[in-house]
């Protein structure tokens, strides 16, 4: 709920997602990023990119799901359930 619930992103799945390796390696390059866990066991890389528009990482098999990874889906339930 709120505001950040509606904030425009975009999402990018990432072949071997490694929350840790990542962040250093945007660290490494200067970017800031936040690690944001979903359900509170899939992690989320979230970082702001340009004109207001977030940036988040996740594993490639993330559908929105449950999950550490946030893959586990069931095809009668909504893509991205609240």
């Given at each position: ?53 977030g ?23 909504r893509?991205?359930?609240?």
């Open positions: 709920t709120g505001p950040e619930a509606f904030r425009p992103h975009v999402g990018f799945g990432v072949e071997g997602f490694d929350p840790e390796r990542i962040m250093k390696t945007l660290a490494d390059h200067g970017v800031t990023a936040r690690v944001r866990m979903r359900e509170g066991i899939t992690p989320e890389i979230l970082l702001d990119g340009p004109d207001g528009v940036i988040q990482l996740q594993d490639v098999t993330y559908c929105g799901g449950t999950g550490v990874l946030g893959n586990v889906c069931h095809p009668r339930e893509p991205f359930p609240r």
